[in-house]
């Protein structure tokens, strides 16, 4: 595994400073390191996870932090150690086409996947092998995700217009909301009791699950919506545009009147028209985003302050993730590469 300079950690000098809490990770992976300065278990302050074969388009941390999956357009989903010398311990290939977005389970025994070949797939971490491939999209399925609390869901949409609600319990489709336009991001509410669409038109869609209709539809952003991401406190919503800002929409049930709270700039999307994410931080403290001008961007939640602009990468930021436990941040790029890197003050 390489180690490599991140880059200058360029951020606004008059931006305000914090320290994440450290919470202890788990005893075997903690490392001693002799500089009084690193603010992370990381071998060292920055690392690079250099394996996949195309354009890496999605990350994400288990709930633990010990371990990372990153999806690729090579079809794969690479299974990663966070800690240590960050070996590669799990290739998972099931899918035929572009994986565009991965997720972990609760439990982390679990890996769930969308992709360009019209399906949803399950894996079982510990074996590497499928557990099941949820088909029913008919063109290519850009997001997923799986619900927090609440009953054991899965929701996608695609191309087809299509978000649809899955049981994991069965793994069986058990309804579909339809739209005229294409779906490029979802996500649950909480309790998995409302579902989130972010379209090609430029509009959120919230669906009631318990009525199976359309709840309210956020509209603002002047480009199509390349994600959305709901707040640890299930407040508000984060969605990510090609009109090159990024909002944040009060999604609380009684909430009136205009939902945005807060519009955030800093990042680009250029003509690749790529599904850039952006995500919380677990401690909703930050709003991290990829960027097609291949920085990582990372603005303090409160203030909207543009506080941090990573360099390193040499082609489009497409994910980010934070850790759950320590400050760090993982991005996944259009040049093939991850990089682990931690947070300073």
Same mark, same amino acid.
């Given at each position: ?12 000098p008059?931006?305000?400073r914090?320290?994440?809490d ?12 002799? !500089?009084?300065?690193r ?7 920055t690392?690079l ?13 288990s709930?633990?932090g010990? &371990?990372i ?8 989903i690479?299974?990663?150690? !966070? ?5 590669? &311990?799990g290739a998972l290939k099931?899918?035929t086409?572009?994986? $565009? ?11 769930y ?9 399950c *894996?079982?971490?510990?074996t ?13 399925v850009?997001?997923? #995700?799986?619900?927090?609390?609440g009953p054991?869901?899965l929701?996608?949409g695609g191309?087809?217009? =299509? !978000?649809?609600?899955?049981d994991?319990?069965t ?5 579909t *909301? ?12 909480k309790?998995?009791?409302?579902? &989130?669409?972010?379209?090609l038109?430029? =509009?959120?869609?919230?669906?009631? #699950?318990?009525k ?7 509209? @603002?952003h002047?480009?199509?919506? !390349?994600?959305?991401?709901?707040s640890?406190? @299930?407040?508000s919503? $984060?969605?990510?545009?090609m009109?090159n ?8 049930t ?6 945005q709270?807060?519009q955030?700039t800093?990042?680009?999307?250029? &003509?690749e ?5 952006s ?5 909703? #403290?930050w ?7 291949? *920085?990582?961007?990372i ?14 990468h ?6 980010v993730s ?15 590469k991850? *990089? $682990? ?5």
């Amino acid at each position: 595994m390489q180690v490599q300079a991140f880059g200058d950690q360029a951020h606004d000098p008059d931006a305000k400073r914090r320290r994440y809490d450290l919470v202890p990770a788990l005893e075997q992976y903690m490392l001693q390191v002799p !500089t009084t300065d690193r603010k992370s278990s990381l071998l060292g302050p920055t690392m690079l996870l250099n394996g996949h074969e195309g354009e890496v388009y999605g990350c994400e941390f288990s709930q633990n932090g010990r &371990f990372i999956a990153t999806c690729s357009h090579d079809k794969s989903i690479l299974l990663w150690n !966070t800690f240590g010398e960050c070996e590669n &311990f799990g290739a998972l290939k099931a899918h035929t086409n572009a994986v $565009l977005e991965v997720h972990w389970s609760s439990d982390g025994m679990q890996v769930y996947s969308c992709s360009a070949d019209k399906s949803v797939q399950c *894996y079982d971490v510990e074996t590497g092998k499928r557990i099941k491939k949820m088909g029913g999209h008919q063109a290519i399925v850009n997001s997923c #995700n799986i619900s927090r609390e609440g009953p054991n869901m899965l929701v996608s949409g695609g191309d087809d217009g =299509t !978000t649809k609600l899955w049981d994991l319990r069965t793994k069986r489709c058990v309804h579909t *909301y339809e739209h005229q336009y294409q779906i490029l991001a979802v996500t649950f509410d909480k309790d998995a009791s409302r579902t &989130f669409a972010g379209s090609l038109d430029n =509009t959120i869609i919230c669906y009631d #699950n318990r009525k199976q209709d359309e709840e309210f539809i956020m509209e @603002g952003h002047k480009g199509s919506i !390349t994600s959305v991401d709901l707040s640890p406190d @299930g407040d508000s919503l $984060l969605t990510n545009s090609m009109d090159n800002t990024i909002r944040v929409w009060d999604v609380r049930t009684l909430a009136t009147g205009n939902r945005q709270r807060q519009q955030l700039t800093g990042h680009h999307h250029s &003509f690749e028209q790529l599904l850039i994410r952006s995500r919380w931080s677990p401690d909703g #403290n930050w709003i991290g985003s990829g960027s097609s001008d291949r *920085y990582l961007h990372i603005w303090d939640a409160k203030s909207g302050q543009l506080t941090y602009s990573l360099p390193g990468h040499t082609g489009s930021v497409n994910d980010v993730s934070f850790h759950p436990l320590e400050p760090i941040v993982a991005s996944a790029s259009s040049d093939r590469k991850v *990089y $682990l890197g931690e947070l300073g003050d």
